[in-house]
């Protein structure tokens, strides 16, 4: 699909400026900007923009297949092209291919946060997925575990304070507030022996103070038997975006053990 597109830009009449926002524009297009446009490519969804765009500017389609290879980051990572090629079967060769959704609660949010703990930098990790309320037919981000060497806390726990269904949308900018008034977040149903309680504890106490979100990657468990990761790439490229960097083939136990050990929930 790349080099098909290639082909076409270099045969339009554009020069000059015009190219260079010609690719800039092809570069957004194709760019996957939420972690939303990399569901619905992968759904092969007829609203998603890329579809769109190469309809509207070369009258080109593209299938599900090129929609989903399109999401791997082929930039900087060289890929086992069988194992590519095995999930891409799973996924399109079977009478009920299998779809991702937003409101799953089998992926999650791997948000890494920067913080200072009495005066000596520290960091922890925030593991979040959707929580869908079916009768108000609600969704929200919610903390599910958390995990810190430097501050000796790591497990999952019940926490029943949420996010907004947008707060990824800004890198879970969201969070801020949580520690700035780390009092209003405080379960207390759960008691001080729960995890997230205790953190906000030392926000509370000023012995934490939070300074930001670092990094944050999404981890798909929703398709059977595999599993893949999902970072963000920002460079003024076609393959940019929210792309797929780790791609696992794995059976409902070693789902269970990438469960506790990258997402520190027992299952």
């Not at 079977?94 to 791997?110: E, G, H, R, V």
């Not at 946060?113 to 005066?119: R, S």
């Not at 929580?131 to 981000?141: G, K």
Request: proline share 3%.
């Amino acid at each position: 699909m790349r080099i098909l597109l290639l082909l076409l830009i270099a045969a339009s009449p554009i020069q000059g400026q015009d190219l260079i926002k010609a690719y800039d524009d092809e570069n957004f297009a194709f760019q996957v900007k939420l972690v939303e446009e990399l569901i619905e490519r992968f759904n092969n969804t007829d609203s998603t923009l890329i579809k769109k765009y190469l309809k509207e500017e070369y009258n080109l389609e593209v299938d599900r297949h090129d929609l989903i290879v399109s999401l791997f980051n082929f930039t900087d990572k060289n890929w086992d092209k069988a194992l590519i090629a095995n999930f891409l079967n799973d996924v399109l060769q079977t009478s009920q291919p299998p779809y991702l959704s937003f409101y799953d609660q089998n992926w999650y949010a791997k948000v890494v946060c920067l913080a200072d703990y009495k005066a000596k930098p520290v960091s922890f990790e925030l593991i979040l997925s959707i929580e869908y309320d079916q009768e108000s037919s609600t969704v929200n981000w919610a903390i599910r575990s958390l995990n810190s060497e430097d501050l000796g806390l790591c497990g999952n726990f019940d926490f029943s304070k949420l996010l907004p269904p947008n707060a990824h949308g800004n890198h879970f900018l969201e969070l801020r507030r949580v520690f700035a008034t780390p009092e209003k977040y405080y379960d207390s149903a759960q008691g001080a022996d729960n995890l997230m309680n205790r953190l906000l504890r030392l926000s509370q106490q000023k012995e934490l103070v939070f300074q930001g979100v670092k990094d944050v990657s999404y981890h798909f468990l929703q398709i059977d038997e595999w599993i893949f990761e999902v970072e963000e790439f920002e460079r003024n490229e076609e393959n940019s975006g929210w792309l797929i960097s780790e791609l696992i083939k794995a059976e409902a136990s070693q789902k269970e053990e990438y469960l506790f050990k990258q997402l520190y929930i027992k299952p």
